[in-house]
């Protein structure tokens, strides 16, 4: 049977969140009131595990579109998680829509407990791309220790999401912006990828999407402003991976974080360069690096 066939689906339940991010009161079992499905796509590593590795999806993105990646690093040793955010993929919740950093903070906490299972004291690394890698140096630089490595593939340092309009005129008497508002990522499907046909791929994709509430962009924005110039500090290996041509966010902004710990490499392509023309290299550099920083040599 193939690796690809061995992936397997979880759904996590979670507490609902207020508005600032902390879990709801009000949790219920037996209703589900007061709960959040999170999905979970994983696969388990081929021979002994060596870690356990959380991929982070970008802004309107999917956890089931690593699945190459996965595969590559299953190979390898590594067990891998691929989950949906919060309104995001299979996941619940109101479209691209996020409570805050804390939130996302306690979601991926919750999916690093659910992984503990596979190896209770083994390494976790967590790979994120976009959006998700803000997210994940959010989470490791509030979670001291408790992550071996981070992989990063172009980071947002200046999210450029477009906020929904406050309506004018009569309507702003009876229609107000609220952390619901829905605005937009600003992502075109040819800045993601040179490769056309991945281009399609995205657009034809009905888990992909363009949405970003207000919340969410507000507190991605401040992701990149508090916590991604503390790549530095983290005191574990980070690998930055950016594509020479990315539109989104630059890569002269990735390669001034190397030095020390951080290890900045660009490849050609734009912003999601694990769907670019040169993908199959670039899961294979993170393969490598991964295996050398904590990985148990060939």
Do not use: C
């Not at 390494?123 to 890698?133: F, H, N, R, S």
């Not at 997210?135 to 071996?148: E, S």
């Not at 107000?176 to 990828?193: F, I, R, V, W």
């Not at 402003?225 to 574990?236: A, H, K, S, T």
Request: no cysteine.
């Amino acid at each position: 049977m193939a690796i690809e066939d061995d992936f397997f689906v979880t759904n996590l339940e979670l507490r609902e969140s207020t508005d600032t991010g902390e879990g709801a009161a009000g949790l219920s079992h037996a209703s589900m009131k007061g709960m959040v499905l999170l999905t979970v796509r994983e696969l388990a590593a081929r021979g002994e595990p060596q870690a356990v590795v959380t991929v982070v999806h970008d802004a309107g993105d999917t956890g089931e579109r690593y699945g190459a990646l996965a595969t590559d690093l299953a190979e390898r040793g590594f067990a891998v998680a691929l989950p949906d955010l919060r309104g995001h993929g299979r996941t619940e919740g109101e479209r691209g829509h996020s409570n805050g950093l804390l939130e996302v903070e306690r979601d991926i906490q919750e999916i690093q407990d659910h992984l503990a299972y596979m190896m209770p004291e083994g390494p976790k690394v967590l790979i994120g791309i976009g959006l998700g890698a803000n997210y994940a140096v959010t989470f490791a630089a509030r979670n001291p220790g408790a992550l071996a490595a981070l992989v990063l593939l172009a980071p947002l340092f200046e999210p450029g999401f477009v906020e929904p309009e406050a309506p004018g005129g009569l309507k702003k008497f009876f229609k107000k912006l609220t952390p619901l508002s829905p605005g937009t990522t600003g992502y075109e499907p040819d800045a993601l990828t040179s490769a056309a046909g991945q281009a399609t791929a995205w657009s034809a994709n009905e888990r992909t999407h363009d949405v970003i509430t207000l919340r969410a962009s507000e507190e991605a924005r401040r992701s990149a402003r508090e916590d991604l110039p503390r790549v530095g500090e983290l005191g574990i290996p980070v690998l930055v991976l950016h594509g020479d041509d990315d539109p989104i966010t630059p890569a002269s902004r990735s390669t001034a974080l190397a030095g020390g710990t951080v290890d900045v490499e660009t490849f050609e392509g734009r912003h999601h360069l694990l769907h670019d023309k040169r993908s199959a290299e670039v899961r294979a550099r993170i393969v490598e690096w991964l295996g050398q920083r904590i990985g148990k040599a060939d």
